[in-house]
């Protein structure tokens, strides 16, 4: 890859700056300005991503745009919520400026983006995977949307208007749709497609093909663990506490067939496996079986609980890292493989990532 079109998380609406004003001239072909990839994954830490932390996973996929390219090690969020992250990068605009101050509100798609600017200057468009704005897509040549959160497992996506059902594990569904679009795009003008993945959200569902991924494995635990902010005020005000708010069912997938476990969202989590393919739920029940049974011989309270409880999590959250780093490895592949690789600028995002002490 050519350096100077590798960059990661760099504020997209530097995109917009660069290419409004660009018009091609005579008989200049769009084949010279680069194509744009922007991805973005949902909730991924900075301690999960090797390029920057590497005690708990290797990410040589995305570390690979950042060796070839740019990482950038002092940069701020303007709105760290889902929907409100994704508005200013699609806008270049502060949340108080284009209207999306939290995910409560439908965005306004009226208003000037990033990609319509491109489509206005030659680019073929293309948005595939979460959108989280309630409104459907504009200035794209082509979407396919997650709807709402969307599902780790057989989602359904808004196709230019269409709700189309799928089958399989979402991160590699996102990929899928994105490759088969830049397979049968207008291969004469250049393109910007954005691949947005749900993971790594709550709650952190893995690909039945990597259980085997971190298994018995053991994470450092943070110094402030158990700190509880004795005499002070903690920094932000949340509902992410693992010891308490991290649900054993919905988050943890320790759902007993003898319904002992009763927890605030059981109903939510039973609704979701609901979901699964007979394959996917023999798969997922030969993984989860034993993990249950063995929790509920422990009797845990206390901080022995909410030990278990961070290593549980630890477990299938980096299963859906080691996704999402999988599928951008194939997306790079599939570039290199057609000779576009070179030419296209690559950017690596999330809309907000977590805090790890």
């Given at each position: 890859m050519k350096k100077q079109y590798i960059q990661m998380a760099l504020c997209i609406a530097l995109v917009a700056i660069l290419f409004a004003g660009c018009q091609p001239a005579k008989n200049q072909q769009d084949q010279t300005k680069p194509n744009i990839?922007?991805?973005?994954?949902?909730?991924?830490?900075?301690?999960?991503?090797?390029?920057?932390?590497?005690?708990?996973?290797?990410?040589?996929?995305?570390?690979?745009?950042?060796?070839?390219?740019a990482i950038f090690r002092n940069s701020f969020v303007t709105n760290s919520i889902c929907g409100p992250s994704r508005a200013v990068m699609l806008t270049g605009k502060h949340s108080h400026k284009n209207g999306h101050i939290n995910n409560s509100l439908t965005f306004d798609g009226s208003q000037v983006t990033f990609p319509k600017l491109l489509r206005a200057n030659g680019y073929q468009t293309s948005i595939v995977g979460k959108w989280h704005l309630r409104s459907l897509p504009t200035g794209f040549d082509n979407y396919e949307v997650l709807i709402g959160q969307g599902d780790y497992y057989n989602s359904d996506f808004i196709t230019n208007g269409d709700t189309i059902p799928s089958e399989g594990y979402v991160t590699n569904v996102i990929t899928d749709k994105s490759?088969?679009?830049?397979?049968?795009?207008?291969?004469?003008?250049?393109?910007?497609?954005?691949?947005?993945?749900?993971?790594?959200?709550?709650?952190?569902?893995?690909?039945?093909a990597l259980f085997k991924l971190?298994?018995?494995?053991?994470?450092?635990?943070?110094?402030?663990?158990?700190?509880?902010?004795?005499?002070?005020?903690?920094?932000?005000?949340?509902?992410?506490?693992?010891?308490?708010d991290m649900d054993l069912v919905y988050d943890l997938k320790l759902l007993d067939e003898e319904g002992?476990?009763?927890?605030?969202?059981?109903?939510?989590?039973?609704?979701?496996?609901?979901?699964?393919?007979?394959?996917?739920?023999?798969?997922?029940d030969k993984e989860y079986d034993p993990i249950i049974e063995d929790f509920k011989s422990r009797n845990l309270e206390g901080k022995e609980l909410a030990l278990y409880k961070y290593q549980r999590y630890m477990q299938d959250y980096l299963r859906c890292v080691a996704s999402v780093d999988n599928n951008?490895?194939?997306?790079?592949?599939?570039?290199?493989?057609?000779?576009?690789?070179?030419?296209?600028?690559i950017v690596y995002t999330s809309d907000q990532g977590f805090i790890y002490s």
């Open positions: 990839l922007f991805i973005m994954a949902d909730d991924h830490s900075l301690q999960t991503f090797s390029a920057y932390d590497n005690r708990f996973i290797e990410t040589p996929n995305l570390d690979r745009i950042g060796e070839e390219g490759i088969n679009w830049l397979a049968n795009r207008d291969a004469e003008k250049p393109f910007c497609l954005l691949v947005h993945h749900k993971a790594t959200h709550r709650i952190w569902q893995p690909d039945t971190f298994k018995n494995q053991e994470f450092d635990v943070p110094e402030t663990f158990f700190d509880d902010y004795q005499n002070r005020q903690a920094a932000a005000e949340q509902r992410m506490h693992i010891a308490n002992e476990i009763q927890t605030k969202y059981r109903k939510n989590y039973e609704h979701m496996i609901a979901q699964l393919t007979p394959e996917q739920r023999e798969a997922w951008i490895g194939r997306l790079l592949d599939y570039l290199e493989e057609k000779g576009e690789l070179d030419n296209t600028l």
